[in-house]
C-alpha cells in the first residue's frame, strides 16, 4: 500500500507513488510549466537559448528546469545550454552527477589512496619478515 504523505510544495496529503514527488494537483502545474518551457525550446531560434532566457521568458524558476535535465525531461543534446549543476563543485553538467574534473580529482585522490594502502601492507609485511638474534 503507498504511503500517505505531505506534499512538499503545498502541504496537501496525497499517496506516495514512485512516479511523482508531490501530489496530484502541484503535478499538473507543473506538466503545464513543462508544457510551456517545452513549446518554448521547440521553436528553432530557442533551441540554444540560455537558462537565464528561458527563466525570463517562461518564469519556471531554474530549479524546475534543472531537474527536467537531470531527469531527462529535457534532453541537453538537443538543447546545448541546458544543464545542472555538480553536485560537488557546482559546474554546470548536462549528464551525471559531477563534472570531469570532480571524476579525474575523486579518481586520483582514490589512487593515491589505494598506494598509501599498498605501501603500509608492504611495510607491515616486511616488518613480520625481520628477526633479530641474541648476540653475547
Known amino acids: 500500500m503507498n504511503e500517505v504523505i505531505d506534499c512538499p510544495r503545498c502541504g496537501d496529503l496525497y499517496a506516495k507513488n514512485a512516479f511523482r514527488e508531490v501530489c496530484p494537483k502541484c503535478s499538473r502545474v507543473e506538466e503545464e510549466l513543462y508544457q510551456k518551457v517545452y513549446a518554448f525550446l521547440r521553436k528553432r531560434e530557442n533551441r540554444a537559448a540560455t537558462m537565464e532566457r528561458i527563466v525570463e521568458v517562461t518564469g519556471v524558476t531554474e530549479e524546475i528546469i534543472q531537474r527536467w535535465v537531470r531527469k531527462g525531461r529535457l534532453q541537453a543534446a538537443q ?55 641474541k648476540k653475547d
Open 79 to 133: 538543447f546545448p545550454n541546458l544543464g545542472y549543476p555538480c553536485d560537488r563543485c557546482g559546474a554546470i553538467i548536462q549528464k551525471g552527477k559531477l563534472c570531469a574534473k570532480c571524476i579525474t580529482e575523486i579518481d586520483q585522490d582514490l589512487k593515491l589512496h589505494e598506494r598509501a594502502q599498498e605501501f603500509s601492507r608492504i611495510k607491515q609485511e616486511q616488518s613480520q619478515q625481520t628477526y633479530y638474534t
